[in-house]
């Protein structure tokens, strides 16, 4: 029996940006039994876009119960809060993607204002993100941040929940 975990996270295919800063947490970070454990990023192109990954994202989960009867999935958005502090829709428009993920039993993981200032510590232009996640992966970065901005409670700038979400799998142990 398998563990498939769909993170569908903002950037699109060929930026990855978002998911290299995930990947990057989980590998630093935690523990997992590589044969037992499958992570699948799906690409947003635009959180915007998050209902319309759902036929990806019930593909995902169809293929990888074929491959094995016992094996499961779960699904975790991943998504910025841009300025949640001081614009009413966009503090609107995440408790509504909250909810989208609680009705379907999906986790739910936040980047205040946004991935790179949770990583790097700084906004970065569009058309430098990519750039800029991959200085962090080659340059192995993770090993800088600290572990308290991974496992916020509450929606702070350049802090997130992504360790308090992934702690809460049994098939990662944090190191």
């Known amino acids: 029996m398998g563990v498939q975990l769909i993170f569908v996270v903002e950037a699109n295919k060929s930026c990855k940006?978002?998911?290299?800063?995930?990947?990057?947490?989980?590998?630093?970070f935690y523990e997992y039994n590589?044969?037992?454990l499958k992570l699948s990023p799906v690409y947003m192109d635009g959180k915007g876009k998050y209902k319309q990954k759902e036929k990806e994202v019930?593909?995902?989960?169809?293929?990888?119960?074929k491959v094995s009867k016992g094996n499961k999935s779960k699904v975790i958005y991943c998504l910025d809060c841009d300025e949640c502090d001081s614009?009413?829709?966009d503090l609107?428009?995440?408790k509504t993607v909250k909810k989208y993920c609680d009705d379907r039993g999906y986790d739910f993981?936040?980047?205040?204002?946004?991935v790179e200032q949770v990583y790097i510590?700084?906004?970065?232009?569009k058309s430098q993100k990519k750039n800029e996640s991959t200085k962090f992966?080659?340059?192995n970065l993770i090993t800088k941040v600290d572990v308290h901005r991974l496992s916020g409670r509450d929606y702070r700038i350049k802090t997130s929940n992504i360790m308090t979400v992934l702690d809460s799998y049994q098939e990662l142990k944090r190191k």
């Not at 993981?109 to 946004?114: E, L, P, V």
């Not at 510590?121 to 232009?125: C, E, H, I, L």
């Open 17 to 28: 940006s978002d998911w290299i800063y995930i990947k990057s947490t989980i590998d630093y």
């Open 34 to 36: 590589r044969t037992g």
């Open 58 to 65: 019930k593909s995902l989960i169809s293929q990888y119960s």
């Open 87 to 89: 614009k009413s829709e």
């Open 92 to 94: 609107t428009f995440l």
């Open 109 to 114: 993981i936040w980047f205040c204002k946004d």
């Open 121 to 125: 510590g700084k906004r970065v232009d």
């Open 137 to 139: 992966k080659k340059n």
